[in-house]
């Protein structure tokens, strides 16, 4: 089905890995086009309650766009490569109803950057590298990083990322707040896996209600307090709030129905 990436479905969790190693994983317009295809069917299979986006090889994560595709955009043609990613993938990923996490396994730079950034969270393998670059090409990020990478780290370092295109190593991303963990490589997919096996435990209106709210406060906080209250009220009137609350009470594990 798919010619740029892998997808396989373990546990409930999707693993959709981006597979052109010798390329060291760069976004072209395929590996777009596909990856948004998965997304679809993460968000459309019930019997997928999540994704983890990853690299193949042990270099890559994702090394940044496919820069040959470069030279012969216009400013009209390079606007409209940067609109489609957005909305066909890292919007996408970032306004999920389930959690899409990255498990980055090497290079995370411009697009991979990114794309690690859309996602709900993130983990690094120790050997991980960040950056975003563009501006050594006479161009900023195209694809959310000036946004969100901001959001991630605060002003001021985000700032001297952008301007220096220089590279972090996992451990400063992690002090910086980029990613949640940092794993030996090897550990890096059971990791993931294990925080979202957590995750699937619990209620999955809740979980979407959450990342719902995440959102609002990074891109709406002024109101971000009422659609909070809104939707602890509306979930009152679901299932898996009364199994949830009658397990607490009877002293055992809830069955969640996502009702």
């Given at each position: 089905m798919y010619q740029q990436i892998l997808t396989e479905v373990q546990q409930g969790t999707m693993v959709i890995t981006i597979n052109r190693p010798d390329k060291l994983n760069a976004l072209n317009k395929e590996v777009i086009q596909e990856l948004s295809q998965a997304l679809d069917e993460v968000l459309h299979r019930n019997d997928v309650q999540s994704a983890v986006i990853t690299g193949a090889g042990a270099k890559a994560f994702v090394a940044g766009a496919d820069i040959s595709e470069f030279p012969h955009l216009d400013a009209a043609a390079g606007r409209q490569l940067a609109a489609f990613g957005q909305e066909a993938v890292f919007s996408k990923i970032e306004n999920a109803s389930k959690p899409i996490v990255a498990a980055i396994n090497g290079f995370a730079l411009g697009g991979g950057c990114e794309l690690a950034m859309a996602c709900h969270f993130r983990l690094a393998a120790a050997n991980a590298r960040f950056g975003q670059p563009e501006v050594n090409l006479g161009l900023i990020p195209g694809y959310g990083g000036t946004q969100r990478l901001v959001q991630?780290?605060?002003?001021g370092k985000a700032t001297e990322l952008l301007l220096t295109g220089q590279?972090?190593?996992?451990?400063?991303?992690?002090?910086?707040?980029?990613?949640?963990?940092v794993t030996a490589p090897e550990e890096l997919l059971h990791k993931t896996m294990e925080l979202l096996q957590?995750?699937?435990?619990k209620a999955p209106l809740a979980v979407k209600a959450i990342l719902d709210l995440v959102n609002t406060a990074t891109y709406q906080p002024a109101s971000g307090l009422a659609a909070e209250v809104a939707a602890f009220g509306q979930l009152f009137d679901t299932a898996d709030v009364k199994e949830g609350t009658a397990a607490f009470l009877e002293k055992r594990k809830p069955t969640f129905t996502g009702r």
């Open positions: 991630l780290v605060g002003k590279m972090i190593g996992a451990d400063e991303a992690l002090q910086l707040g980029l990613v949640n963990y957590t995750i699937h435990s």
